[in-house]
Nanobody
Framework: VELVESGGGLVQAGGSLRLSCAAS????????MGWFRQAPAKEREFVAG????????DYADSVKGRFTISRDNANNTIFLQMNSLKPEDTAVYFC??????????????WGQGTQVTVSS
C-alpha cells in the first residue's frame, strides 16, 4: 500500500491550499480515510476524517469551518481543501487509511507527509 500526498507549500495567512492523497496497492473499498498533522515539537493530531461514501465527515475543532475533506473513490484519492489558513496551521500533513471503515478506529497506513507552511 502506498499513500502519496501532494499540494503542500508556503502560503500567506488567509490563503488557501488543497492537499491530495493518492492511494495505491490495495483496494480501499469500505475504508475510511483521513488527515493528521504534526507541528514542530508537538504531537500528531487528528485533522479530518471521511467515511467510504463521503457521507460522513469529522473535523478537529481548530479547523472546522475552514477545512473540507472529500474523496474521489474512482481514483482512490482524498483531498483536504484548506481555506483561511493561519500560522498555527503550519505542520506536516499526513494522509491515513482506516480499513475498519471508521475514522475513529485504528490507523492501518500512513503517508509520508507533505509540508504546509503559513507565513504571517
Amino acid at each position: 500500500v502506498e499513500l502519496v500526498e501532494s499540494g503542500g507549500g508556503l502560503v500567506q495567512a488567509g490563503g488557501s491550499l488543497r492537499l491530495s492523497c493518492a492511494a495505491s496497492g490495495r483496494t480501499f473499498s469500505s475504508s475510511a480515510m483521513g488527515w493528521f498533522r504534526q507541528a514542530p515539537a508537538k504531537e500528531r493530531e487528528f485533522v479530518a476524517g471521511i467515511n467510504w461514501t463521503g457521507g460522513s465527515t469529522d473535523y478537529a475543532d481548530s479547523v472546522k469551518g475552514r477545512f473540507t475533506i472529500s474523496r474521489d473513490n474512482a481514483n482512490n484519492t482524498i483531498f483536504l481543501q484548506m481555506n483561511s489558513l493561519k500560522p498555527e496551521d503550519t505542520a506536516v500533513y499526513f494522509c491515513v487509511v482506516y480499513y475498519s471503515g471508521s475514522y475513529y478506529g485504528p490507523i492501518d497506513y500512513w503517508g509520508q507527509g507533505t509540508q504546509v507552511t503559513v507565513s504571517s
